[in-house]
């Protein structure tokens, strides 16, 4: 089953206006995002999905491959069914969607979110190991999964709570990747809001909380950091320049 990748990518972030376009040791973030996505191997085509005619002219003199999409969206998911709604890409039934503010995103959060599809599971995605000092912080997604690797509930919050303030929890921080099939994203893009999804600000509640598994790959090692804030894009900077400069010695 071949694996179309899909990266929203959008200007409007209230947090890093022009995000996508941000320079990041030199070059735009997206660019970035799109070669640790290609790297990967994870997928058989792979582009940009955007509103942004700044950000499509950027992502295709780099030689990648971009989508104008509506700037009525709401969600990364909104945008990623409207690519697959597109005849140019009939042929993919399996989907990857990878937040375009992800530059460290891990090979390994990609590969489990789409295993979990091929394994049975109409929507996969990924999450990793988290400190319980950095449990609290509500930028950071906690998911817990049952006993069959699938998620019983996202939150802001920390959950599962350490009643007797013990430090035996183990929390898994929730990774900005979504792999589904074309039917299950098909039927998310059908079904009503939930309260919760309102509440957290988290849109993967509202498949969950009506009925759709979503399958979790648990990665040992803790989520790379994705770019939110000024804060958050020099972090990432330091980091990739780190990175250079290893490749390079």
């Known amino acids: 089953m071949p694996v179309l990748g ?139 999964v049952d006993a069959q690797g699938r998620a019983v509930y996202f939150s802001r919050a920390p959950i599962p709570f350490d009643r007797d303030g013990r430090g035996a929890v183990a929390y898994h921080q929730h990774v900005g990747v979504y792999a589904y099939t074309r039917e299950a994203l098909e039927r998310w893009m059908r079904l009503p809001p939930v309260a919760a999804e309102r509440w957290e600000r988290l849109e993967q509640l509202r498949p969950l909380l009506h009925g759709m598994p979503i399958g979790v790959a648990l990665l040992a090692a803790p989520v790379a950091p994705g770019v939110d804030t000024a804060a958050d894009l020099a972090e990432a900077e330091a980091q990739l320049t780190r990175e250079l400069r290893e490749v390079s010695s």
């Not at 376009?21 to 995002?33: K, M, N, R, S, Y």
């Open 6 to 144: 899909v990266i929203p990518a959008r200007l409007g972030s209230s947090r890093l206006p022009r995000k996508p376009l941000l320079p990041l040791a030199g070059e735009p973030l997206i660019l970035w995002v799109i070669r640790r996505v290609a790297a990967a191997g994870v997928c058989d085509r792979l582009v940009v999905a955007t509103d942004a005619p700044d950000i499509a002219r950027v992502v295709e003199r780099a030689g990648a491959e971009a989508v104008l999409t509506s700037p009525e969206h709401e969600s990364g998911t909104e945008r990623v069914a409207e690519v697959i709604a597109n005849k140019a890409f009939k042929d993919f039934d399996l989907v990857l969607n990878v937040q375009g503010d992800e530059p460290f995103v891990a090979v390994a959060a990609l590969r489990g979110a789409v295993a979990r599809v091929r394994d049975g599971e109409p929507i996969g995605t990924a999450a990793g190991s988290l400190a319980a000092a950095l449990a609290g912080d509500p930028n950071r997604v906690k998911v817990v």
